[in-house]
Structure formats: C-alpha cells, structure tokens
C-alpha cells in the first residue's frame, strides 16, 4: 500500500512521499553473516567458491530479500537476491491473523460478508507466496522478456539458473538510472517524454495483447538506461488475462474514452458474475454519475487508473464479482500513471492505450479469428451431443431412485413471512375482540332475563366489559389505519 501510495504526488504531500519512497527499496538490510549463510545452504558451495566477487554492502534491501553485486567466475557482473531470514515463518503468522479477522468480519458484519474479505486475503496469501518462490520470479522474468525480444527499448535481466533457487536469484546487472530519479535523468539529458511514453507502451502490450503483465511497476522496479531504454525487474507479482477478459476491458477503456454509458456497462456486467438480484437502474444511474465526473476532462488531466477503480468499486457496490487478476491490472495502471505524470505531467497513458484496444477488438472481428469461435462452439457442441445419452441415463437412474433435490428461492422472503406473521397477530387479535364481545353480549342478555345485578365482587363486569371491547376496537381500528390498508 505504501509503495502504491507513493506514486501519487497527485493527491499526497511531497514530503510524505519522499518517506514512502523508502519502502520501495531502502528497507533496512540484514547483516552479512546472514547473507552468507542462506547462499552456502542454498548453493551448496562457499561464496567464494561460487563468486570471484561479491559485495557485502547491499545495493538494496526490500520486505522479502535483499540484492548485493557480485561477480561469477566467467567475470559476468550479477544481481544476487536474497531473501530475508525466517520472513515466511513472520509472513505465515500475519496471514494467519489475517484470515481470522476475515472470518471473524464475516460472521459479523454484513459488508464484509458481501465484499468477501476472506476470499480478498486468500488471494493476497497467494500472491504473496508466490512472491517467497524466487523460482517463480524467474520463470516470470523469462515469460515477460520473451514478449519484448524483438524490441530494443525494453530490457529485462538475464536469469542465471545455476546460481538461483527459492530463496537466492541471480540475474544479469544492469546499471541504470531509477525512472524517478528526475535530477539524474536531467543530468545525462534524458527525454522524460520518451521514457513515459515507453513505460505506458510497454505495460499496455502486456496487458492488452500478450495477457501477462507486471503487477507492480513502481519506481523502484522500473530503470532507464542510455537511449531511453526501460528496464523492468521484480516479477515476484504478475498478472493473467484471457483473451475474453482482454477483450472486455479493451471495451471499457474505449466506452471510458468516448464516455459510453451503454459500453461502460456491458463491458463491467461481462467481466463479472452479476448477481440475480442486481438493481440495474440503480447500477446505471451510478456508471452515469461517473461518467458524468469524468467527461469533458481534457486527456492529458484523466486518470484511467482512478477511472477504473471507481468502476470496480462502484460493480463492487452492486455485488458483481470482478476477478483479482482485473484488479491487479487496475493497480499497475494506477502505479504507472503516478510514474508518468512525475516525468511528464502532460502526457496521457489513455492516449496509448486506446489504439492497444481498438487493435485488440479488430483481432476480435478478424474472420479468421471468428471461424475459429465458430469451430471450437461446434466442437463444444459436438462433445455435449456426445455425452446426451450418458448425461440422461443417468439423470433417469437418479429420478427413479427419488433422489431429484427441488430448491425454491424467493426473493425478499423474510419480508413476506413478516407481513404474514402480522396478519396472522391480527387476525388471532379479532378473533379474541369477537369472542370477547360475544361473552359480553351473552352477560347483558342473561342479566336482562334474569333481572339480577351484573356486578362481581364488587365490580361492575358489563360496564367493564363494554370499556375493554372499546378499547380493543379502537386499537384495531388504529392499526389497520396506520397500515395504510383497509
């Protein structure tokens, strides 16, 4: 939080942000013994065994690991990271508590249950697992640097397996200069246009046509070299989209851009699972307050990266579930758009992202692309033939053996049985106003018939009687009045 935090001098004080910074790669280092330690264990060899070189002043210290230079044998210069001592113990146990709470939140409150707090810390547990496994990270790496093999403005560092496990990585060292390192940029005469505009290319072609992208590419993971080269690094968090999913919010930024109410909603209901009992109108009133907040506003001033959070809030509000992966995606914009506004505060990451989006629905509308819709539909559909005669032999057996399972749900049903449960009191309370009435009648007759005095110990029961019906009728009367029905 504190990372992403730091990327928005837009609504953060400055000085604020210069602490936060430090949470992006000046956390406090652990010492060397410690360092040497884990690699032994890890390598299997002494450090001066595996590295001709290795300084013991870390480069940088993060949460999870630390990064020291070091030279291999063949004098190739390295990145080695290390991950701190007993931090998945220390993690485990927060997790733990973590889940907990989300229980505890969900048995007793309602929004929690709703927004599925439980499910939100299981994916974080998840996420931050994978980031534990430096294997993960590099096979990662692999995967991003294979999208950007033909294009020589983006860098990402070589992976050395043989010097890598779990908890140690080694990779190629590139010297650079951090992206917001404004004072260096400006002193080796960088185009800070060009690095914004090659930092937005480069994490839109991942998200919007490869479907993997870099989760977070905060300042601290993004580098420049000469030439207006970017470097990425720090896979540990990545995300995953479909092509479906690609397609969908490749819509949502197009409606975001021309202001499309009908296309922001389409786009919003076919990325998540809609709830039955979602209030359509109201769902459409709130995307058209929002549209309403941001139409008109000049490119360069539109952040597509609050612009989606809105919108993911708003479908959260309304019970529609939008996958983790769309969220991450969400916060990479968000971290970017901080980057890009410090380097060029006119420069608009919309600008490059529309035509990655009409790119991607024209792919969409290709006739070869809708043929090979058409085939695997008709494959479905052939396998689902296929498997009729078997599905309906054995929906028979179950049906012959009574063990069909009806479920009703109405909606609303606690309000129904509340209304018929007052009818119901109502009901039971004239019964008892007749019944007491009719006792009364009963007296008057018999005390007229047999001319004796209708008092009982001492009280007068016929004129009692005769105030208590009142009464009785009266609060009927009142209740049905303030029911607002007769």
């Not at 207006?228 to 720090?234: A, G, K, N, R, S």
Request: proline share 5%.
């Amino acid at each position: 939080m504190g990372q992403i935090a730091s990327t928005r001098r837009d609504v953060i004080p400055e000085d604020i942000i210069q602490e936060l910074e430090k949470l992006q790669d000046d956390v406090p280092p652990f010492p060397f013994d410690q360092v040497r330690e884990i690699i032994e264990e890890e390598l299997g060899e002494t450090i001066d065994n595996i590295f001709t070189e290795f300084d013991e002043t870390p480069l940088a210290a993060a949460s999870i690991g630390q990064v020291h230079y070091a030279l291999l044998p063949n004098k190739q210069p390295v990145a080695v990271k290390i991950q701190r001592p007993n931090i998945r113990s220390v993690i485990e146990t927060d997790l733990e508590i973590l889940q907990d709470l989300a229980r505890m939140m969900e048995s007793r409150l309602d929004w929690a249950k709703k927004y599925k707090i439980s499910d939100m810390v299981e994916e974080f547990a998840k996420s931050l697992r994978d980031e534990l496994d430096y294997s993960i990270e590099a096979r990662n790496s692999e995967k991003i640097a294979a999208q950007f093999t033909e294009d020589s403005t983006i860098r990402i560092p070589n992976i050395y397996w043989d010097y890598s496990t779990k908890k140690v990585l080694t990779m190629e060292y590139i010297d650079g200069i951090k992206v917001n390192d404004l004072k260096q940029l400006a002193e080796k005469g960088y185009n800070r246009k060009v690095v914004a505009e090659r930092l937005s290319h480069c994490i839109f072609h991942q998200i919007l046509i490869e479907g993997f992208f870099h989760g977070d590419p905060h300042p601290g993971n993004v580098w420049v070299l000469p030439g207006e080269v970017i470097v990425l690094m720090d896979f540990g968090m990545v995300g995953r989209l479909n092509p479906d999913m690609k397609y969908h919010f490749a819509s949502l930024v197009i409606s975001l851009e021309r202001g499309s109410t009908n296309g922001i909603i389409k786009a919003i209901t076919r990325m998540g699972l809609i709830p039955v009992n979602t209030d359509m109108v109201r769902l459409r009133s709130e995307v058209d307050e929002l549209r309403e907040k941001y139409y008109g506003i000049p490119l360069s001033k539109l952040s597509l990266g609050k612009a989606i959070h809105d919108l993911f809030s708003v479908a959260s509000h309304h019970g529609i579930l939008i996958p983790a992966d769309l969220i991450l995606v969400g916060k990479a914009i968000l971290t970017v758009e901080g980057v890009v506004e410090l380097l060029d505060p006119e420069f608009s990451v919309i600008d490059v992202a529309e035509p990655f989006g009409q790119r991607l629905l024209k792919d969409r509308m290709n006739p070869k692309h809708m043929a090979g819709n058409v085939w695997n539909f008709m494959a479905e559909y052939m396998e689902f033939l296929g498997d009729w005669p078997k599905n309906m032999k054995a929906l028979t057996s179950i049906i012959q053996q009574g063990k069909v399972r009806i479920e009703i749900t109405m909606p609303e049903l606690h309000l129904l049985l509340r209304k018929l449960d007052k009818i119901s009191n109502r009901l039971s309370f004239s019964i008892v106003l007749l019944s007491f009435s009719i006792i009364m009648v009963g007296l008057i007759i018999a005390s007229s018939i047999g001319r004796q005095s209708s008092f009982l110990w001492h009280i007068p029961t016929i004129e009692l009687g005769f105030v208590v019906a009142s009464l009785m009728f009266i609060w009927l009367l009142y209740s049905i009045y303030k029911s607002g029905r007769f």
